[in-house]
């Protein structure tokens, strides 16, 4: 495994599109996300262009950058002011990048920004049973498994588990005072 790169989030700006478009698509990265295996579909500037225009859209959402390259996005979705809680969700865009410590340097950002800016009590997540880097991450993280949502997805003529992962603020605050 390579060593972190400088992580950092930021919001998009329009030179993201042409970075988004040469990344392109990693069948890999699809495959985590649930998708169906088979050929890849073309990336197109349009493609590129909805991914930034979606960002720039969102309250939380954020590039996320190693030594300054556009490596993958993250967002905090659902964020309820009322009771205090928010969904994470975080992807990487290439494989090479996978390994590195990036996703968990991003998530660690945004965990930041969600118990102190935000001032949320719970960020949660959902992932599949089968992403095991991911949820090495999120374990890594503070995450615990909550639970799981049986045969939710459908891929490949096979069922798969979600699992839905959880922080609390106390638990965030308890991992940072032993760090």
Known sequence: ????????????????????????????????????????????????????????????????TADSDLVGHVRLDDVD????????????????????????????????HAFDALKMHRVDLRVLSFNERAIRCYRACGFKHEGTERESAYIAGEWYDDWIMGILEQEYRAMLSSA
Request: charged letters at 30%; glycine letters at 8%.
């Open 81 to 112: 002011k009322n009771d205090h809680r928010a969904r994470l969700a975080i992807g990487l865009l290439r494989e090479d990048d996978l390994g590195r410590g990036i996703g968990r340097a991003a998530t660690r950002l945004v965990l930041a």
């Open 1 to 64: 495994m390579s060593s972190c790169p400088e992580v950092e989030l930021r919001k998009p700006v329009a030179s993201d599109i042409d970075a988004r478009f040469r990344l392109g698509f990693s069948p890999e990265i699809l495959r985590m996300y649930g998708s169906e295996p088979g050929p890849l579909p073309e990336m197109t500037e349009q493609h590129a262009a909805r991914w930034y225009e979606e960002l720039v859209k969102h309250p939380c959402g954020w590039v996320i």
